[in-house]
C-alpha cells in the first residue's frame, strides 16, 4: 500500500470512470480531483477545446463533424494522448467518457504502452471505475438537471428544490434531456457496456459501485475510497 486515510500519501494512479449517463460519474470525478490533485479529462471537452483553438487535431475533427461523419476512434485517441503528453498528467489522470468500446480500449491501450516506454517511472497502477445504476435511476436523475444561464453551474432538483442559481440568474435544462431523448442514450451505452466491462474484468482492473437512489455523493465516494484503498491506491 501507497499510503492510509491519514497519510494522504498516494500512488500514481489513472482512474478511467465507466457508467451510465446519470450514474454521477462528473461529481465523483471533482471528489478524485481533489484527492489526488491529477486532472479529470472529458473527451467530449477535448473535442470542444481541440475545435474552439483551431488546431490540427481540431480542424479534422471539425471535418468529420461537418461531413456528418462519426469522429473515429483513432483520432479520438490520438487527441487523448496529445493531452496526456502535459506535464500535468506525471501522477496520473482520471479519463471520462473514454473509452466505452472494446476497441477504443484497446487503442487506447497500446497507444498509452507507446507513450509510457521512455518514461524510467511509468505510471502503473490503473483502475477501472464503474458507476452502476439503473435505467430509471439514470433518467429521473437527468431529467433533475438544471444549469445557470449565467455562470454554468449545475444543480439537480433530485438534490433538493432549486429555484435559480446562486448568483441570482435563471437556470434551464439542456435541450436534448427529454425522456425520450435520455433512453435512447442509455440504449446506446448499454449496446457496448457489457463488453467493456467484460474486457476491464479481463484486465483484472475493473471495480463497480452501486449507486442507489437514496445514496447521498458522499456515500458513493466513500465507497470509491475503500475500493482504492483495497488495492492499495490510497
Known sequence: MCGSFTSMIYCPVKIVLLGAQGSGKGTQAKYL????????ISTGDLFR???AN??????????ALNS?????DDLTVEMLIERLKEPDTKNGYILDGFPRTV?????????????DTPNPKPVRATI?????????????RILGRYNCVKCGKNYNTQLGPVDKCTCGAALEQRADDT?????????????????????????????TIHAKENDKPEQIYQSIKLALNTRGLI
Open 33 to 40: 480531483v481533489e484527492e489526488f490533485k491529477i486532472p479529470h
Open 49 to 51: 477545446q481541440n475545435v
Open 54 to 63: 483551431k488546431t490540427p487535431l481540431g480542424l479534422r475533427v471539425q471535418e
Open 68 to 72: 456528418g461523419a462519426l469522429i473515429s
Open 103 to 115: 476497441n477504443q480500449a484497446q487503442l487506447l491501450h497500446r497507444a498509452l504502452a507507446l507513450l
Open 128 to 140: 477501472a471505475l464503474e458507476i452502476k445504476i439503473d435505467d430509471d435511476l439514470a433518467i429521473k
Open 179 to 207: 425522456e425520450a431523448a435520455i433512453r435512447h442514450r442509455l440504449a446506446q451505452y448499454r449496446s457496448h457496456e457489457k463488453a467493456i466491462l467484460e474486457y476491464c474484468r479481463e484486465q483484472g482492473v475493473l471495480v
